[in-house]
């Protein structure tokens, strides 16, 4: 049987009117928000080459990449799966400033499949990037204005969830890569009998096993831990320099998600009331490099249509 022409893609949606304008509103509200904290906003092309959307990014967010060829140059080009790299190619040559530059964005991404518990292909991505300051005052800065961000539209009940890429990537840095795919797959699993068993090949691992849950619990148990010790000062600095209510505050200091990608402290801000990850951000410092301009770097990014649906 003929699929009808009139239904879309999987993973693809269409807004209608109702929630076109509160989205529409929202879009204006959170660019408000942003313009005040002093974020310049940037508007990126939807398609690039593919060389250029690839450079610099993990393996897990090339592989969203819908590839297209340019009917003019017969390059091959790539639909934005994500705007941060985009914002990070715009520090590097377009506005090649040398000091502290803060950057936002809203727009739609397309990937090639859904990603994150969302069914959704087409997320309407929204985001705050600050590009060349090291100081952990950047990161408390991001993680306020991603809470600030959820705020405007829900007072519910909300978790923050703490993770820190370091250690880890030190871990793993100089092990084959069978080891680094068991062990990652381990740790997102929470399998404590695969972690015991690569325990004996790597022994440091061992410190990621109780590395995670209530946040007071998992920095006062990692005390007298020297390969955590940054990753618990920087979590304790970010979680003491934010003005937050209603916040359950968690820790993973083994978060496999985007390993390859951010180099420091991460953090999710998820829904209690539905067990949903709103906001997703952290440090990822050198990304620029393959654009000829290595930087410090931090934000988030959310889809803004799920920040609005938050009112039903």
């Not at 009117?17 to 904290?37: K, N, Q, T, V, Y």
């Not at 050198?286 to 931090?298: N, Q, W």
């Amino acid at each position: 049987m003929t699929r009808p022409s009139w239904i879309l893609p999987d993973g693809m949606e269409e807004c209608l009117p109702e929630e076109a304008w509160a989205i529409e509103d929202g879009r204006r509200r959170c660019l408000d928000l942003f313009r005040e904290a002093q974020f310049g906003l940037i508007m990126p092309p939807m398609v690039e080459y593919l060389d250029s959307l690839t450079s610099g990014v993990g393996q897990d967010l090339a592989d969203q990449i819908m590839v297209i060829t340019d009917r003019v140059s017969g390059r091959l080009m790539g639909i934005r799966p994500d705007m941060t790299p985009q914002a990070a190619r715009i520090d590097a040559h377009a506005l090649n400033e040398s000091g502290t530059t803060r950057l936002c964005y809203c727009g739609s991404v397309l990937r090639a499949v859904a990603s994150g518990g969302d069914s959704s292909r087409s997320p309407l991505q929204l985001g705050a990037e600050i590009f060349g300051n090291p100081e952990i005052a950047a990161d408390i800065e991001v993680v306020q204005l991603a809470l600030d961000t959820v705020r405007s539209f829900t007072d519910e009940p909300l978790m923050i969830d703490f993770g820190h890429a370091g250690a880890l990537r030190a871990v793993l840095a100089n092990q084959s890569a069978s080891f680094q795919a068991e062990g990652l797959d381990a740790l997102a699993r929470k399998d404590l009998d695969a972690l015991a068993g690569l325990e004996k090949t790597v022994p440091e691992i061992a410190v990621f096993q109780n590395a995670y849950g209530d946040l007071d619990v998992v920095l006062d148990a990692l005390k007298g831990h020297e390969m955590l010790d940054q990753a618990c000062m920087d979590i304790s600095q970010v979680r003491h320099g934010l003005s937050a209510e209603q916040i359950s505050w968690y820790c993973d200091l083994g978060e496999t998600h985007g390993l390859n990608y951010h180099t420091g402290l991460v953090f999710g801000i998820y829904s209690l009331k539905r067990d949903q990850l709103l906001v997703r951000g952290g440090r990822y410092d050198h990304v620029g490099e393959s654009f000829g301009r290595a930087r410090a770097a931090t934000g988030f990014s959310a889809d803004l249509k799920t920040l609005v649906r938050l009112a039903n």
